[in-house]
């Protein structure tokens, strides 16, 4: 079996202060907007699991509780692009844990930030950071980085491995995603 080189880990960082978006400047969208769930695996069956402060991905089974993907769309439209996908905040469902993108040695690396997925919908600029496209490939979903163009939620096809960004799309990682409503 040939190791998975080394990539980039999720890490949970504590929150920053948010500048709110005012309700009586709200016109995009009406105030019952919340995030829709997830449940997510890819072609391999690997679903995402938080153990600790990472998230990894490993095998579906009747033992594993996966973590629930929240999504929700930005209603700052500066970064949209309608050939990458539509432009959206991703969280983990009742965990206050946003996905995040940042530079670390040198390299895009995901993240994942104490923040509730509401107060970046609620700003009045989105950071850019928190931002991915999501796109539709065929049956499945991928997750461009907004702020690294080229770079993608990736799985390892060996279990037990940390999610990461990849520009190396169908090399070692998978970066499409079957995502299932939750009922």
């Not at 096809?157 to 940390?162: N, V, Y």
Request: with cysteine; net charge positive.
């Amino acid at each position: 079996m040939m190791a998975f080189p080394p990539q980039s880990c999720v890490h949970v960082l504590p929150p920053k202060s948010i500048q709110m978006w005012e309700p009586n400047h709200n016109t995009m969208h009406g105030s019952s907007q919340s995030p829709r769930n997830y449940r997510v695996h890819d072609s391999q069956q690997m679903v995402w699991v938080l153990t600790g402060n990472t998230l990894t991905a490993v095998p579906a089974s009747n033992n594993v509780k996966p973590v629930i993907l929240s999504l929700i769309a930005c209603r700052d439209t500066e970064f949209q692009d309608v050939k990458k996908g539509n432009l959206v905040f991703l969280g983990i469902k009742n965990r206050n844990l946003c996905f995040c993108c940042v530079e670390m040695e040198g390299k895009p690396t995901l993240q994942l930030k104490e923040v509730d997925i509401m107060n970046l919908y609620k700003e009045r600029k989105a950071q850019k950071a928190f931002l991915f496209y999501h796109g539709i490939e065929g049956s499945t979903s991928v997750f461009q980085s907004v702020l690294y163009p080229g770079w993608f939620i990736a799985t390892s096809s060996i279990e037990r491995q940390t999610i990461i960004l990849t520009h190396q799309r169908g090399k070692l990682v998978n970066t499409n995603f079957y995502i299932e409503s939750e009922k």
